[in-house]
Each structure stands twice: as C-alpha cells, then as structure tokens.
C-alpha cells in the first residue's frame, strides 16, 4: 500500500467512520477497527428492541434558506425508496435494510412516503443549534399556527434538513448527521428522527465525500485503484449529492436501530457501530479504504450506483447485509 492510499484509509476509518457520521449521542469511539476500516461487523448483534415495521410517513423540516433546486433532488430520493426505478434502483438498495426483524418477527418496512414538508426559513430557534435544538425545531413544525405536521408517534419519522446558512454543534467537526428519537417531556410523545446538514459550503471535504476530499488532501490518482477514485457528484451539486448518502445512510440505521436499543455491533449503544457505520465509503463491489469500489458513469462523467424515479440517480453508500455478512447493495458484481 502507498503512503497516500494509506493515508486515505485512515482518513476513511478513523476521520470519518469516526467523524462524519455520528451514531446517535456521541461519536469518540474507540472502537476496534478491521481491516476495511470499520466496527467488526461480526459484533452486529439484536438487543430485544424494536425496529420500524409500521408503514413510515417522511416529515421534512427545511431548517435555513434552501435552494429549491437541492430540495427537488432530496424530495426524488426520499420518494424513490419505495417506488420502482430501473435495476439498480434505490428501493432495492433499502430491500436490504428490509432484511432486519425484531423479536416480535417484523422486518422493517418496505412502505415509506414523503408525507409532509415544513419551511421553518425564518430559523425559529437561531442560526446556531445543537443537539437539543433538533427536539425543539420539531416541536415547533407539529405545533406551529401555520400548516403544522402531525405529530404521528405511530408512522412518522422527522428529518430535519439544516442548509448552507445554518451552524450546528459539531456539524464538520465531529459529525455529519445523527439519529434519535423525541422525548416526550419535549416534543409530547416519542417519534425517531434524524438531522443532516448541508455541507457544500462548511465542509465537503468532510461530509461530502467521495464528492470532495478534505482541505489540503489531494485526491488519489484517477487510475489508482481501478480508476474512479474523482467522483462527479450525479445531480450536480457536492453538497446536495453528499448529502443524499448521508441521508439513506441515518435512514437505514434508525429503521433498524430506532430506540438505540435494537441492531448495533459493539458494547457502547452511542458509538457508531450500526448497520451504515459498517460500510462507510463502500458504494460498489471491490470498495474499501479509498476507493469507492465498481460504479456506473453516465455520458456526462458523473458517478452514480443506484437509480430513482424520474430518471433520477444517485449515488448512495452500501449498509451490512445480515444474510450474506457483508456489505451489499443492488449494483454488487456478486
Ligand atoms: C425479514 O427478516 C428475516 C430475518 O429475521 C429475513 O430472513 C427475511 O428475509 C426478511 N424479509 C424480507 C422481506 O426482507
Ligand atoms: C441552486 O442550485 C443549483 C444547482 O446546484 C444552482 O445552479 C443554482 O444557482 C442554485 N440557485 C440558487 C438560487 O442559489
């Protein structure tokens, strides 16, 4: 292995598995790392919680100033996980979050609609947030005095969508995004949800990867690894295609870890050992450390490994899959 290559793995396993994509209350794990840079999958255990099997209504809060055409590309997204797209699509990517059951023998769901947006542009609780603030912003979205979300502690999930102009706590220092759930002394019941930023403008180098590479850090070589190591972000935008993965990823891990308290590897509930965490950085087959693995490039040069609706593609990160005890995803060569 080259000093570079080398150099990208411990970026990968110790930056950003560490990092980028927080597990749920704090992120300074010390876990044990395998060689591909994550948890040992082998530890992936169920600790008697459940998973969310009833059919999920997507809430989005818009928290900031967006830009409607990065809305457009999330709304496409969030609505291709349960519809049908051409092979690899991404609802056959979730199919292998699907493959999760709790005790009671529900998997999770294959049933997931966009059911609700709320505009909070007038940033109810400040510029500034921080973990608690998610709670609040949701409290404000299902009370509010104009057009409120419901507030569905049965079906609902609440993705809180912060933009370029906002700044969160330990967004680009310490995480990317997050999952919880509410607590009923804040927001009235108990509803899983997860917040994930927008990178493009504070640090894509360190959310939006493989879309960008961190300051100061060249990116490999094109023909290191086999060649697709500049990534070309499918729907044009760095911060907003980052941003995708980052999403599919904090969806996967609270459908099967909702309550932090069902499917995680390792002893610490809050460390980042969940279904996503295990396969940071790999969107195809061969991936691992710095290279991405086997993608497809459209007639534009942009990267892209799962199809949506409307003709849309993206490009979205594999999760564990339980069966085959590895990472896996619909556009697997095996
Ligand atoms: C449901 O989960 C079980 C594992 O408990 C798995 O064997 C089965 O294939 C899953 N069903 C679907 C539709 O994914
Ligand atoms: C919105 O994003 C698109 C694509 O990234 C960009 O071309 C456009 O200029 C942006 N619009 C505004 C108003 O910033």
């Not at 818009?62 to 830009?67: D, T």
């Not at 493959?99 to 769901?109: E, F, I, M, R």
């Not at 500034?128 to 057009?147: E, F, P």
């Not at 980042?272 to 940071?280: K, V, W």
Request: glycine letters at 10%; aromatic letters at 10%.
């Amino acid at each position: 292995m080259d000093k570079l290559s080398c150099y990208v793995l411990l970026l990968l396993s110790s930056f950003c598995f560490h990092l980028c994509l927080s597990g749920n209350l704090n992120t300074g794990s010390n876990q044990a790392l395998n060689s591909g840079g994550s948890p040992d999958p082998g530890k992936l255990e169920y600790h008697m919680g459940p998973v969310l099997a009833s059919p999920l209504k997507l809430y989005i809060i818009w928290y900031g100033n967006w830009n409607q055409t990065h809305q457009d590309t999330i709304r496409d997204f969030l609505s291709s996980l349960s519809s049908p797209a051409p092979h690899p699509s991404v609802a056959e990517w979730w199919s292998t979050v699907r493959l999760y059951a709790d005790q009671t023998g529900s998997n999770v769901t294959d049933s997931i609609t966009l059911s609700g947006e709320f505009f909070d542009s007038k940033l109810s609780h400040g510029p500034r947030l921080n973990r608690l603030s998610m709670q609040a912003i949701i409290k404000s979205a299902v009370t509010s005095q104009s057009k409120p979300l419901p507030l569905d502690p049965r079906n609902g999930f609440y993705l809180v969508l912060s933009s370029a102009d906002v700044l969160v706590d330990e967004f680009c220092r310490a995480v990317c995004a997050f999952h919880y759930f509410t607590f009923p002394a804040t927001v009235g019941v108990i509803v899983p949800y997860a917040w994930i930023g927008y990178s493009g403008t504070q640090c894509p180098g360190m959310c939006a990867y493989p879309f960008a590479w961190p300051v100061g850090m060249p990116p490999p070589p094109p023909t290191a690894n086999g060649g697709n190591n500049v990534i070309h972000p499918p729907n044009g935008d760095i911060g907003v295609d980052g941003m995708i993965s980052v999403i599919a990823h904090e969806l996967a891990e609270s459908a099967t870890n909702p309550l932090v308290n069902a499917w995680y590897a390792g002893d610490n509930p809050t460390a980042p050992g969940e279904i996503a965490d295990l396969c940071i950085g790999t969107y195809g087959s061969g991936g691992g450390g710095a290279y991405v693995g086997q993608v497809s490039t459209d007639a534009a040069g942009s990267s892209y490994n799962l199809n949506g609706v409307k003709g849309r593609r993206f490009m979205v990160q594999w999760v564990w899959n339980p069966v085959k005890k590895r990472c896996f995803g619909p556009n697997a060569m095996d």
